[in-house]
């Protein structure tokens, strides 16, 4: 059976910052946890079982949601800021939520998709690294050069982002939302057809309504109640596709991730 691979980046409510406009911390955290509870109800009525990429900081100030997120879903590091990074960060990320969650933390993804070491990871106790697109993204990255597949990258496990198997055409959070959802399909199915995973992210802010910040046309365009719906369409017709499973979940069934390696991590 094929393995579907949700996962969700939940962060303070930052990327108008990106183009100017300042909000309060409040604000940020708000929309961002108003999203979550979105995207829960929303799970649960897909019958999905995804992977949630914390900020520390965001788990800090609301540890019960946190704990209520960790009943059925994994818990992962989305570092400890979303907004600054510091490799000594990896680390008291990963302890502050499994302090707060309960459960190991394995995974990480770096905000924005930025570089990260792949040695301060692994001394920091992570066993796999989610933060690849493996595509071209115009003034974030170009990544057509790295292997789409699962691969290793020294001691770590590379989960990358799903992306069509020859055009290298990314389906996550942006393409999901602003291209119809037949195209989106149709993506999925080439790379089903010659995978056994499909992975793909998005943002909980997204389902709450953003239209009236500065950002451009391509986030806010589809927002709010209008992509709740589109995401409920999506997520069902994923869920007849394969088996919603974590990331974790995924190495471990795959024999990529055995109980041994991660005791061994300490």
């Known amino acids: 059976m094929k393995q579907i691979l949700i996962s969700v980046d939940v962060e303070e409510f930052d990327i108008p910052e990106e183009y100017g406009q300042q909000i309060p911390l409040e604000e940020k955290l708000r929309v961002s946890e108003a999203g979550v509870r979105k995207t829960l109800a929303l799970f ?10 914390i900020t520390a900081f965001w788990a800090k100030h609301h540890p019960e949601l946190v704990r209520i997120i960790a009943q059925r879903h994994e818990i992962a590091s989305h570092a400890y800021y979303h907004d600054r990074f510091d490799n000594d960060d990896l680390l008291a990320s990963r302890l ?4 707060i969650s309960g459960h190991t933390v394995k995974g990480f993804r770096m905000p924005r998709l930025q570089p990260v070491s792949i040695e301060a990871l692994y001394d920091a106790g992570y066993r796999y690294d989610a933060s690849i697109n493996p595509t071209w993204l115009p003034g974030r990255y170009d990544n057509r050069h790295i292997s789409r597949h699962v691969h290793t990258n020294g001691p770590l496990w590379i989960m990358p982002t799903s992306v069509t198997p020859r055009m290298r055409l990314p389906v996550f959070w ?25 992975s793909c992210y998005f943002h909980p802010w997204e389902l709450e309504n953003i239209g009236h910040y500065k950002l451009p046309v391509y986030v806010r365009r589809v927002h709010g109640s209008k992509l709740l719906e589109k995401m409920r369409r999506y997520l069902c017709w994923l869920g007849s596709k394969g088996k ?22 300490g």
């Open 244 to 265: 919603f499973v974590t990331h974790s979940d995924y190495l471990r069934e795959t024999g990529r991730l055995t109980i041994s390696t991660v005791t061994s991590a």
């Open 174 to 198: 942006l393409s999901v939302k602003n291209m119809p959802l037949w195209f989106t399909q149709n993506c999925i199915t080439g790379i089903l057809a010659k995978e056994d995973y499909f």
């Open 44 to 53: 649960e009525e897909c019958g999905v079982r995804g992977t949630f990429f």
């Open 96 to 99: 502050e939520l499994e302090n």
